[in-house]
């Protein structure tokens, strides 16, 4: 599992590499770092999505941007923090069932 991460890592920064706009790889990239338990760089990637307006990422990208953030911070036993970027992912998608999940966790 861990040679797939690093395999994903190695694709989303070759995507990136060629557009750096392409949010689908920036999450994926998050997304790989957070499966590798480094909150901290999936973290600057996630924050990457979520603090796009709406006229340059989508509602589901920002709002899975803030669902992932919220992952983040539970893996790091924040719950408080992890509730406010789950709450901001409900006010952006309020039926995302990921951020409901979730929040029932936190």
Not at 74 to 85: G, M
């Given at each position: 599992e861990l040679g797939q991460h690093k395999t994903a890592q190695r694709y989303f920064r070759m995507a990136l590499h060629a557009d750096r706009k392409h949010l689908d790889a920036t999450l994926g990239l998050g997304r790989s770092y957070l499966s590798l338990r480094d909150a901290t760089r999936a973290m600057a990637e996630f924050e990457k999505v979520s603090r796009l307006p709406a006229s340059k990422a989508s509602a589901a990208q920002r709002a899975a941007?803030?669902?992932?953030?919220?992952?983040?911070?539970?893996?790091?036993?924040?719950a408080a923090h992890a509730r406010a970027a789950l709450n901001k992912a409900l006010a952006i998608d309020p039926n995302n069932a990921s951020a409901v999940k979730l929040l029932s966790e936190a």
């Amino acid at each position: 599992e861990l040679g797939q991460h690093k395999t994903a890592q190695r694709y989303f920064r070759m995507a990136l590499h060629a557009d750096r706009k392409h949010l689908d790889a920036t999450l994926g990239l998050g997304r790989s770092y957070l499966s590798l338990r480094d909150a901290t760089r999936a973290m600057a990637e996630f924050e990457k999505v979520s603090r796009l307006p709406a006229s340059k990422a989508s509602a589901a990208q920002r709002a899975a941007a803030h669902v992932e953030l919220g992952r983040c911070w539970l893996s790091q036993n924040k719950a408080a923090h992890a509730r406010a970027a789950l709450n901001k992912a409900l006010a952006i998608d309020p039926n995302n069932a990921s951020a409901v999940k979730l929040l029932s966790e936190a």
